[in-house]
Structure formats: C-alpha cells, structure tokens
C-alpha cells in the first residue's frame, strides 16, 4: 500500500469521525406545536390635516329692556278717604237741621251718606296735588335667529390614505379612531423527545426551537409584563 493510498484511508477515517462528532455534540432542536400571539390594544391615531368650521343658523331668543317716563300723583291727605269723612260729618249736620222729631235723624242719616258719597267724589277728580316722574323698566323676550358653529369637517390622513369625518368640537393635531390589537409576543409551545413546555418570545418562530440540556434557547425572550392585554 503506497502513501497515497494511505492518505486516502487517513482524509475518510477523519471525515466520518468529524460527521461523528457534529451528530454528538452538535446543536439539537425541539418541534413547535403552537405560537399563540400575546397582544395589547393600542389606540388608532390619524393626523389632522385640517379643520373647518360647521356654521348653522339657530333659533335664539334675547330679553330686551327698555326705560320709560311716567307721570305719578301724590295722594292727598289720605287719598279718597278725607273727603268722604268731611262730606258725612257736613251732610250729617246739615241733615240734623231739617225737621224735628223722627224726620229729623232720618235727615241726619241721608244727609250723612249724601255727603261722604260727595266727599268721595270730590277727591277722587281732584287734581291738585303734587306731580312728580317716575321712571319704570319695561322688559320683553324677542327671538333672534343667530350663526352658530355647530360641527367640524375634520380632514385627516391615516395609513397614507386621507379621509375626511365630523366631529362635535375642535379637534387637535391627531384624533383618535379606534382601538386595535398589538402583538408584543408569543407564547410557544414546544416538544422534545416525550417532554415539553411553553417558552415566551419576541418574534414569530419557526417550526423548530434550539434545545440544550432540556432548556430552550431564546435570542429575544418577551418579558412577563408585557402579556397584560
């Protein structure tokens, strides 16, 4: 057997023990039987590109007040009240000197009441008196139709695409559409060899996971707080 052929023999003994080797000590992988994605809500924010005012003609109403001059009178005395007393007692005296006997306190009474019913009437045309002004408030309700803004027309661009909607007041510089869920994870399940677990992760994963003493190996591993959705 010449050198050649014994460094043949030599290139194939190594070749199958490296093969050996890499099947020993090389990296093992455990299967993925599920990848349920752990998810957030997170809002839906559209930028505002532009608000226009909405403006409606609206039933109002406005109280209205205005002054005015009046002329008053002073009472007199005791108003009405002088004149009929002055007028009873008169007519009563005067009543007292007609006849005698009965006739005579019939007189009296119908002179009484004839005289205060004069009296009466005396002070109620009297204008004498002092007469003074008087300024009072007169106060109205007048409708008044009037401009109101009633809306806005908000133009607004979202994923590239404008849309346009109404809104009751004025928006600022971003409005909110909606709410929609964020994956922030995944929750993996995993088989090896009869045994198997869960193992949390940022990214999707494949079919397979790389396994080393029965621990799964996670380059970017999802921390237990962000699962709260």
């Excluded at 009484?112 to 007169?138: F, L, M, S």
């Excluded at 045994?195 to 994963?205: A, C, F, I, S």
């Excluded at 996971?209 to 921390?223: F, Q, S, T």
């Amino acid at each position: 057997m010449n050198t050649k052929t014994l460094i043949a023999i030599g290139v194939v003994f190594a070749a199958g023990a490296a093969v050996g080797a890499y099947n020993v000590f090389g990296p093992t992988y455990a299967d993925v039987v599920s990848a349920e994605p752990i998810t957030v809500k997170e809002p839906i924010l559209a930028n505002v590109l532009a608000a226009t005012p909405i403006k409606e003609m609206v039933a109002g109403t406005r109280r209205v007040c205005e002054d005015r001059v009046v002329e008053r009178r002073a009472q007199e005395r005791f108003g009405d009240k002088d004149g009929m007393v002055v007028g009873a007692l008169v007519g009563g005296l005067l009543g007292n000197q007609v006849g005698g006997g009965r006739g005579r306190d019939v007189a009296t009474v119908a002179g009484a009441v004839a005289g205060g019913y004069a009296g009466r009437e005396i002070d109620r045309n009297h204008t004498g008196g002092r007469r003074y002004n008087e300024t009072v408030q007169d106060c109205r309700t007048v409708s008044e139709p009037r401009e109101e803004v009633v809306g806005y027309e908000v133009q607004y661009a979202l994923e590239g695409e404008v849309k346009s909607l109404r809104l009751g007041e004025k928006p600022g510089d971003t409005i909110q559409l909606g709410e929609r869920d964020k994956v922030i994870g995944y929750d993996v399940q995993w088989t090896y060899e009869g045994q198997g677990g869960t193992v949390r992760t940022l990214d999707k994963p494949g079919e397979r996971l790389p396994i080393k003493d029965g621990v799964i190996i996670v380059a970017n591993p999802a921390p237990l707080a962000d699962s709260q959705g």
